[in-house]
């Protein structure tokens, strides 16, 4: 697998070239948010707001109202935690231009529960207007810009930054409203978004070999959650749906994938993977990810509850977890 | 002439005093007529927009419906937001702009229209009437308003982008905002005045109603935002205390801008201003209800004594 390092760094920087209205805002995290480039290309583009988050969505409001279309930058907690009643007053019932770029999802940093965005897609959801996007690879990352600009409101990204996967093929862009197909089944559906996807894909080789067919969807547009290929997934398989997201199972993907099958009264058993109504706290990616129960063995796991009998996957037939050392290259800061 | 009355007043000084006046009244008359409302506020502001929309700001004529349209529904999808910007004229390289913050101001803000000719007396019947856009807690929609101020603070940092890309267009017009002295004890407010300096947004000018008081009663016994002038000078604009009831005063500080550095005009004023009669409430003036009859027709009796009332 194809590992890339510093995507959106690049993208950025090359598809803002031909498009003057786009400035980037950043609260002091502008390495850690892959944005360094953006502003030694485009000086006078890049807006320095100090670590000021209730300003700076507010003042990015005020830019958007003058044509402008700012792309906020910064730690997603630092966002919609910090700055949520600037979100909704300032930029969402006005349904403003403002793009907010969320870093560190859920468990992907070591820097504990004050870094983690775990609750952000709950949270953001319940937002009217907003649109959310969850990036899970390189080709995500490169082609989600273009999506997030021709949305004519506020949107919100989370993002992944430094060594990313590259899941799939660059020439296939990331569509708005529609979930990728990574694999057709009829025994599980499978709906896994962001870093969860990798993860996944761990496991359901392994699980088709014990001869589960699996209907597998990568989820990257979380609001509006409107995907006819994801009614139609969670509609068919013969022992149920399993959700997995890097994110609280309250209010994310397992609860937007739950309104739906209830709303269209699809009678399937739901088993959402996720961080189960609790703070993480500061530690690697896969000491986490094992922790809380997000990684392959405990999707395996699901998988068993819902067929109602052991696979016997053993440890060594799961794909060894990508270890991740805490201190990267790819990285400004630890965290 | 007494030697002691000094020189003839202005023309345009009476004028304000004139519409400071009126708009008390009105604001009064409407207290009275709906047994309730944000009359302090017009006690304290009165002069403040007077000077602004008779003297001191920039704008074309008003370019909205004289009687404010119904309320059409919320921005969205396929859904343009319907701005009250428009009784502030057009908006032009050279023109000012004019941002209320303290969006429970609406009431005196609508009379202030209503009284420079920018909206009609009848658009102050549907304050606070279903499916209106002259909403008691002013919003994006309302009359004057281009943003939803009702959260406290957010209107000076969105007033200081739009200053920001005005000063990079290079816009010769200025980006006025009114702010309420209790914001100065929200931290985002304190966040934008230092992203104002530090821009050099020059062009910005924020008039504050230093009345004193808030919800709770006395700021000074509620929070304590003293000494408000150095502590917004150690921010980095510029900062002026002027008598919040003076034309001249409140007009003058604008006639001399200083490069790079935002200005602040620290209004001092009464919030019983003109209607003596509120001392009785102090020091809660936030929103007056009236606590009997007996105390409506003492305000009644005021109007028609002091204020020229029953003859409009």
Not at chain 1, 191 to 200: D, F, P, R, S, V
Not at chain 1, 259 to 272: S, T, W
């Amino acid at each position: 697998m194809e590992v890339l390092t510093k995507v959106h760094a690049r993208r950025l920087v090359e598809w803002a070239r031909d498009k003057p209205q786009v400035v980037v805002l950043s609260a002091d995290l502008t390495s850690s948010t892959e944005i360094a480039e953006f502003r030694e290309a485009y000086p006078d583009r890049f807006f320095s707001m100090g670590i000021a988050e209730q300003n700076m969505v507010s003042f990015a409001a005020g830019l958007a109202r003058e044509g402008m279309v700012p792309m906020v930058h910064t730690f997603a907690v630092f966002i919609y935690r910090q700055a949520l009643n600037q979100i909704v007053s300032s930029v969402a019932y006005s349904n403003l231009p403002v793009k907010l770029f969320g870093f560190l999802p859920g468990i992907t940093t070591p820097g504990g529960a004050t870094h983690q965005a775990i609750e952000d897609i709950a949270v953001l959801r319940a937002v009217p207007n907003m649109t959310i996007f969850e990036t899970g690879d390189a080709t995500d990352i490169e082609t989600v810009l273009d999506p997030v600009l021709s949305d004519p409101g506020p949107v919100y990204v989370r993002m992944l930054r430094g060594e990313v996967p590259r899941l799939f093929p660059a020439d296939e862009p990331l569509v708005p409203g529609r979930s990728r197909r990574l694999r057709s089944g009829s025994d599980l559906t499978l709906l896994t978004a962001g870093i969860c996807t990798e993860e996944a894909m761990r496991a359901t080789a392994v699980l088709e070999a014990r001869g589960l067919s699996i209907e597998h969807l990568h989820v990257t547009t979380h609001k509006p959650f409107a995907d006819p290929a994801i009614l139609e997934a969670v509609a068919k398989p013969r022992f149920g749906v399993i959700t997995m997201e890097n994110h609280t199972i309250v209010g994310g993907l397992g609860s937007a994938v739950a309104e739906v099958m209830a709303e269209k009264g699809v009678p399937r058993r739901l088993h959402r993977i996720g961080l189960r109504d609790t703070f993480a706290h500061g530690g690697s990616r896969p000491y986490l990810m094992r922790k809380y129960g997000l990684d392959a063995r405990a999707l395996v796991e699901a998988v068993e509850e819902l067929v109602g009998r052991s696979l016997g996957v053993a440890e060594p037939e799961l794909e060894a977890v990508r270890i991740e050392p805490v201190h990267s290259l790819a990285k400004a800061e630890a965290l | 002439m007494l030697a002691s009355s000094g020189p003839p007043e202005l023309t345009w000084v009476k004028e304000v005093r004139r519409t400071a006046d009126a708009i008390r009244r009105r604001v009064m008359e409407h207290v009275l007529a709906n047994d309730g409302g944000y009359l302090s506020q017009a006690c304290s502001a009165g002069e403040i927009l007077s000077t602004l929309y008779l003297r001191t700001m920039r704008m074309g004529p008003s370019v909205a419906p004289p009687v404010p349209p119904p309320f059409s529904g919320v921005p969205g999808r396929g859904v343009p937001a319907l701005s009250g910007g428009g009784y502030h004229g057009l908006p032009g390289a050279e023109l000012d702009r004019f941002f209320l913050s303290p969006a429970h101001y609406a009431l005196v803000l609508y009379t202030a229209l209503i009284e420079v000719g920018r909206m009609a007396p009848e658009g102050l019947e549907q304050f606070n009437k279903d499916g209106s856009t002259v909403e008691m807690i002013g919003a994006e929609h309302s009359p004057g308003f281009e943003m939803m101020g009702g959260a406290l603070a957010q209107t000076l940092s969105q007033a200081a982008g739009i200053a920001l890309a005005r000063k990079r267009r290079g816009d010769g017009g200025r980006v006025f905002v009114f702010l309420s002295d209790g914001e100065f004890q929200e931290g985002q407010t304190w966040e934008a005045l230092q992203a104002m300096a530090f821009y050099g947004l020059d062009r910005m000018i924020v008039y504050v109603d230093v009345n004193g008081h808030q919800c709770d009663g006395r700021m000074d016994e509620v929070m304590r935002i003293e000494p408000i002038q150095t502590r917004i000078e150690s921010f980095g604009c510029r900062a002026v205390m002027v008598d919040g009831h003076d034309p001249v005063a409140l007009d003058a500080p604008t006639r001399d801008p200083v490069a790079g550095r935002p200005l602040v005009v620290l209004c001092r004023t009464d919030p019983c201003h003109g209607i003596p009669l509120l001392e009785s409430r102090r020091p809660r003036f936030h929103y007056l209800r009236f606590a009997s009859v007996a105390e409506r027709e003492s305000f009644r009796r005021f109007y028609d004594a002091s204020m020229g009332g029953g003859g409009r």
